[in-house]
């Protein structure tokens, strides 16, 4: 395919519908319009106040369809963002990554959707760092009153056992070794994180410490 040419009203539909059809295929949803700009997010199922956001460049035409903004307008951007909508709390999670509409479409395409995976990677990774920081109520105070104690991680283990146990090995071993540091006072390292991080993932499943 050859270049796209943002002089080109054919090329920019083209490259609008194809962007749209991307993003929709990849769980995407349309939000509300910014500035005319058609924005895409997708929640974190975790957590639904992390989303992803993607400023599309793009706008609607008379016909109701998208359409590539022309030369010199801004690039692709996608983000990561945290929103409260019942605090209106709204932080950056992960910098704006640009995708810069410049070569075949194709590739163009190519470039947003490596972009989207890698900053929902990034958010993921920043996903318990976000909560704490952001967030002032519900899920944080919810976790706030999550003890690193034998006690609350005894019950967190029946609660597994009861569920038909745990899902691998290297779970059973990161919760033994919780346990042990729980035990011996010590600050949760790599293991005890990862079983507080689920321990908090399990309240939305009916786990209560």
Known sequence: MTKYDPDSLVDRGALGRRLVARLEACGFTDAMPARGELVFTRKDKRE???????????TLDADEQPVARPRGA???????????????VRRGVVKPVRVFRTGRPEDIEQRMYEAMRSVWAEMTNRRAWAVRKFSSTGREEETMAIKFSLSTLGRYGDWIRSRGGFA??????????????????????????????????????????
């Open 74 to 88: 801004d690039a692709i951007r996608v983000l990561a963002r945290f929103e409260d909508n019942r605090t209106g």
């Open 48 to 58: 639904p106040r992390l989303c992803v956001v993607v400023y599309t460049s793009c």
């Open 168 to 209: 691998s090995a290297k779970d059973a071993d990161q919760f033994e070794s919780a346990c042990w540091q729980a035990e011996h006072r010590c600050a949760p390292d790599y293991d005890g994180r990862c079983v507080m991080e689920r321990m908090t993932a399990a309240l939305d499943e009916g786990f209560r410490p």
